[in-house]
């Protein structure tokens, strides 16, 4: 038997892709009608793996619970006895005090200063130079006096302003000068005092 074969034309094999895309979005569009008019349901999503779920998951931590906290009773202060005060009645007589016999008192010892002795207290010599010059000064010197009354040392408390003449002073000073020793306890000890040496031109 033999078999014919037709040729089928170009445009019909063209034509049945389209026809078959035709007729599939219409069966979609017919499906959605009918799915929103709740004819047919809808199709159920895909189910989650078991990853997703616990991917998505959140695990929230319990609260924790704190303990119950503890209100402290208020105690009643304890009741202070009153202060008793003395009460004086007039009975009793005050108590007559007697002073103790101490012994002799005794005076506190006295410390006496240094004294000058005039006549040893004369003018230094002027010095030729600074009375050439016309120096004139007065020069403010601490002494230092020993237990027999001599000027052991001399140091300038206050400078004439030249050096000569505050040079001659010191030198003249404890050369010359004489004092009555400071006392104490009876006793003749060192001490400081203050002197002053002027120099005048109008001096002999």
């Given amino acids: 038997m033999q078999t014919l074969s037709y040729p089928v034309p170009q445009k019909a094999k063209l034509s ?5 895309a035709v007729g599939l979005f219409h069966l979609v569009v017919i499906y959605a009608v009918l799915v929103a008019i709740d004819v047919v349901p809808a199709p159920l999503p895909p189910h989650p793996s078991i990853f997703h779920i616990f991917q998505t998951q959140k695990i929230i931590p319990p609260k924790p619970t704190l303990p ?17 005060i ?41 010095p030729s130079f600074d009375r050439r010059l016309g120096h004139e000064g007065a020069v403010r010197l601490t002494l230092t006096i020993d237990a027999q009354g001599n000027v052991s040392d001399a140091a300038i408390a206050q400078s004439s302003g030249y050096d000569g003449l505050d040079q001659a002073a010191i030198a003249w000073v404890k050369a010359h000068w004489r004092y009555h020793p400071a006392m104490r306890d009876g006793k003749a000890v060192a001490a400081t005092t203050q002197a002053e040496v002027t120099f005048k031109l109008t001096q002999g």
């Fill in 16 to 20: 049945l892709p389209i026809i078959a």
């Fill in 68 to 84: 119950n906290p503890v209100v402290p009773t208020k105690t009643a202060p304890e009741s202070v006895p009153a202060p008793k």
């Fill in 86 to 126: 003395p009460v004086d009645t007039g009975d009793h007589q005050a108590p007559i005090t007697v002073p103790r016999d101490t012994g002799p008192v005794t005076a506190t010892p006295l410390t006496l200063a240094a004294t000058a002795i005039g006549s040893t207290h004369t003018i230094p010599l002027y």
